[in-house]
């Protein structure tokens, strides 16, 4: 049995995380405060991980998931309070392409400072450096927008409930702005996949090889709902956060490398049919944004 330590363990990918090596039947420890509800069937480790002290200091885990990692210092930190380790995965993001850089991105393109993620993509710039510093068997992953079941961010639950209480979807200009998404249990199991072949690679793109259309994710969003979208569109004058879930910004990743060791990946429909039924009971989970108040003050 394999001891695994996954930092976080409370919410949306490092609770899904936890949840899943439980399942598999691996010794699951969680690094976190204990300011939420834990999964079932795992080890707390109560600490802070900006403030460690001993309290890793006695352990060995085969492998490390750094899903909370956003800073250098994190991932310093966390390598030097734990007595030993054998693997160390390090969740990182797309924001750290800068929005100027040829698309699609590929792992080996220039990083920087991306306007629209600002200090979130350096800071994750910062962390990859330390770890490969640090540690440079460790492995770097770098998704789009993450969806699915345990998702508390307001996006495909947002559309969700404007679908379910009838209402016409507000669209960002003609709708054609593309968005890329990855599902949640396809996150881990690549983490699988990279832990049995263990690549030579070591910084991987991750996530769906096409991208979709703001007005086609909104669709099977609503279909998901057992609803059809109708839409307004909204001109660029009006500030596209105020009323929509994402940035006005388009991007795509080459995923060319994670595709050669896992050729499939869960459909879209799928996927979001499976994240609506997780919505349908857990509607209090989610952390929600007044957009719909946007949008029958100022747009309806």
């Known amino acids: 049995m394999k001891n695994v330590l996954i930092t976080g363990g409370t919410v949306f990918v490092s609770r899904y995380g936890a949840e899943y090596y ?56 966390l390598l030097g309070a734990v007595g030993g380790y054998g693997d160390y995965i390090l969740l990182s993001s797309s924001a750290v392409y800068p929005e100027t850089c040829p698309q699609p991105f590929r792992e080996l393109a220039a990083l920087g400072e991306n306007r629209f993620w600002k200090k979130y993509g350096t800071d994750k710039i910062e962390a990859e450096q330390a770890l490969i510093q640090q540690d440079p068997n460790g492995y770097i992953l770098r998704p789009p927008y993450l969806y699915g079941p345990l998702n508390n961010v307001y996006r495909e639950a947002f559309v969700f409930e404007c679908a379910l209480q009838n209402r016409k979807f507000y669209l960002p200009q003609d709708g054609e702005m593309q968005l890329q998404f990855f599902y949640i249990d396809d996150l881990f199991r690549f983490m699988d996949v990279i832990l049995e072949k263990k690549p030579a690679q070591h910084v991987f793109n991750v996530g769906n090889s096409e991208t979709v259309s703001i007005r086609d994710w909104v669709s099977l969003c609503y279909q998901a709902a057992g609803r059809t979208a109708e839409f307004v569109s909204v001109t660029d004058a009006v500030e596209q956060r105020n009323y929509f879930c994402f940035h006005p910004y388009e991007y795509c990743l080459d995923v060319t490398a994670q595709q050669r060791l896992m050729p499939e990946t869960k459909p879209l429909d799928s996927g979001l049919r499976e994240s609506f039924e997780w919505c349908a009971s857990h509607s209090g989970e989610v952390n929600r944004k007044p957009l719909i108040q946007y949008i029958d003050a100022h747009l309806a």
């Open 22 to 77: 439980v399942k598999k039947g691996y010794r699951v420890f969680v690094l976190n405060r204990n300011s939420r509800m834990q999964p079932d069937g795992v080890t707390l480790i109560e600490a802070d991980r900006h403030q460690l002290h001993e309290e890793l200091r006695h352990y060995y885990f085969d492998v490390i998931f750094d899903i909370t990692a956003y800073t250098a210092d994190d991932v310093s930190q």
